[in-house]
């Protein structure tokens, strides 16, 4: 245990030096060059969490019902034109999303046997319960839903995550809660409006071809005809009505799905939005303008005719320009959310509220004096306690927290008011590897060793119990980063952090440093205060 080759030496001032130079600039400010500057270089300080720094916090609730609702008369609708395309005579559809079923009746018994087939090309998830010989029900199974819930989810998170992104905005969290919620916590953003806006903006981006021959009837009769829908234009008049209204096809030829790129630009002095299709809206888009040419193609965005241009010609390459009455501000912010993709469902703010930065300010200052007040105690306990051995904890102490710091920095993580819990509970802990050894230390001296021999004794007897506590407290530290959420994640990860660095530093930093004070100075008595042995001899 008190050889100590080259290659440790060399090793531990290498990763002294590292922390250092990860940890100043949380003293000394940032000095990363520029944008281009490596990620893993030091030059960058922790960023501050929402507790600290100041911020928005969102809490929104996805509507995975409406999901389910609209998977069900999908059903219904693809179900229709199976038994259809069979010649079977159906009727009295009806979908009911509480009881996640769809029911309809057939005219004729005979067709019970083509109606099955067609269930089963169109809808082979679903269970099907016949009620009498001409009514059937079909039932979305319940592991179907949490299926699609979590595809759901799954999605918005992401969708979420793209737009708060694609903001600017600095270190957002954004995760999961329960089954159907999101939080969102944007350190630094003092205003929710334009978040909001821009979570709660749908952007699905649809084409459908335009009929103006029989759009005038349709709005006579506020009835569309089979396979059309009136829809409204984007553009409303001063008391909120659509200015225009449009009959487009049900049947939608391309989607914002297959969108890989959409910026606002300019045409003719006007914001217009271009956008580029992967190479399947490519080929579909090129195919309906090819198709119709002189007809006309709707760019639907949310359920309202953005434009409705004539189709010249066939528009092969799979890029095309969406214009309409776009202010620039607007021409980008739906760039944005076209680029980010649309939401699955509609969100619902559940809790929204905003930390002032003075709070922040006034939770790092009592971090900061609770950690410099632990540290003095633990600096003046250890040096009175244990003399020269004392000032060598101390000493492995202060690099213990510069490396806690450094990592913190260097893996980019964002500090929080538990993290800064986490740090002043290892203030306490790092010391504690150095209290076992150096009292093993002085029970061998007790025991007439010399001092060769009892620091030998003291760090190789002690090395098991230090292993055995801190594994322990590891293993928590990993399970409360596992199940747990937010602050307590941030608490884990200092703590864990933590718990390495400290056992680095008293089993590495601190043994160099004795070793080097016995090899120079071979001192016959070491600076710990021996307890005397037991007298195990008795009275004649």
Same mark, same amino acid.
């Given at each position: ?70 998977? $069900? ?7 229709? +034109? ?8 159906? /009727? ?81 969290? #954004? ?29 699905? $981006? ?94 639907? $965005? ?22 309409? /009455?776009?202010?620039?501000?607007? &021409? ?31 939770? +790092?200052?009592?971090? /900061?004096? &609770?950690?410099?007040?632990?540290? +003095? ?17 101390? #000493? ?44 093993? +230390? ?39 980063? /596992? ?23 008293? #089993? ?33």
């Amino acid at each position: 245990m008190l050889q100590f080759p080259v290659w440790k030496k060399v090793l531990i001032a290498v990763i002294a030096v590292l922390g250092v130079l990860y940890a100043l600039p949380n003293v000394t400010g940032k000095w990363a060059p520029s944008d281009d500057y490596p990620t893993w270089a030091p030059g960058k300080p922790m960023s501050l969490g929402l507790d600290l720094r100041g911020g928005a916090h969102m809490l929104v609730q996805v509507r995975t019902q409406d999901v389910v609702k609209e998977r $069900l008369g999908a059903t219904a609708d693809g179900l229709r +034109i199976e038994l259809r395309n069979a010649k079977v005579r159906a /009727s009295s559809f009806e979908s009911d999303p509480d009881t996640l079923t769809i029911s309809f009746s057939i005219r004729n018994v005979e067709d019970a046997d083509a109606t099955r087939q067609a269930i089963r090309d169109a809808a082979p998830e679903y269970d099907l319960t016949p009620l009498g010989d001409t009514r059937f029900r079909l039932t979305l199974p319940e592991d179907e839903v949490r299926a699609l819930n979590d595809r759901t989810m799954a999605q918005s998170l992401e969708v979420v995550t793209r737009r708060v992104n694609a903001m600017g905005l600095t270190e957002p969290t #954004i995760q999961r809660q329960g089954l159907d919620r999101i939080l969102i916590q944007v350190p630094g953003l003092e205003d929710t409006a334009a978040l909001k806006q821009i979570l709660n903006a749908q952007a699905r $981006l649809t084409f459908h071809l335009v009929d103006f021959d029989k759009l005038p009837s349709a709005i006579q009769t506020n009835r569309a005809p089979p396979g059309y829908e009136l829809m409204p234009s984007i553009e409303e008049n001063a008391d909120g009505t659509p200015e225009r209204m449009y009959l487009v096809t049900k049947q939608v030829f391309v989607s914002g799905e297959n969108l890989t790129n959409a910026q606002a630009t300019f045409q003719q002095g006007q914001p217009v939005i271009s956008f580029s299709f992967d190479s399947v809206g490519a080929q579909r888009f090129g195919k309906v303008t090819q198709e119709n040419v002189g007809g006309f193609l709707a760019a639907v $965005l949310d359920g309202k005719v953005v434009s409705a241009p004539r189709i010249q010609t066939a528009i092969l390459g799979g890029n095309g320009v969406i214009t309409g /009455s776009f202010t620039l501000m607007k &021409a980008q912010e739906t760039a944005l959310l076209l680029r980010a993709g649309a939401l699955p469902a509609q969100m619902d703010t559940i809790e929204e509220r905003t930390v002032g930065p003075g709070l922040g300010q006034d939770s +790092i200052d009592a971090g /900061s004096l &609770a950690s410099l007040i632990g540290l +003095i105690a633990v600096v003046v306990f250890m040096a009175a306690y244990y003399g020269r051995f004392g000032i060598y904890a101390n #000493i492995a102490l202060l690099l213990n927290l510069t490396l806690i710091i450094g990592l913190l920095s260097a893996l980019g993580a964002t500090l929080t008011l538990p993290g800064i819990a986490g740090i002043v509970l290892t203030v306490g802990m790092a010391v504690d590897a150095n209290v076992l050894i150096f009292e093993r +230390i002085r029970e061998e001296t007790g025991l007439g060793r010399t001092v060769m021999n009892a620091v030998e004794a003291g760090y190789s007897r002690a090395l098991t119990t230090i292993v055995d506590s801190n594994l322990t407290t590891l293993i928590a530290a990993v399970l409360l980063y /596992s199940f747990g959420a937010g602050p307590i994640r941030g608490f884990a990860v200092t703590l864990a952090i933590g718990i390495v660095t400290s056992m680095f530093t008293a #089993i590495m930093v601190t043994r160099l440093f004795v070793v080097m004070y016995i090899r120079s100075k071979r001192p016959d008595v070491l600076p710990i205060a021996a307890k005397p042995a037991k007298s195990t001899s008795g009275e004649a």
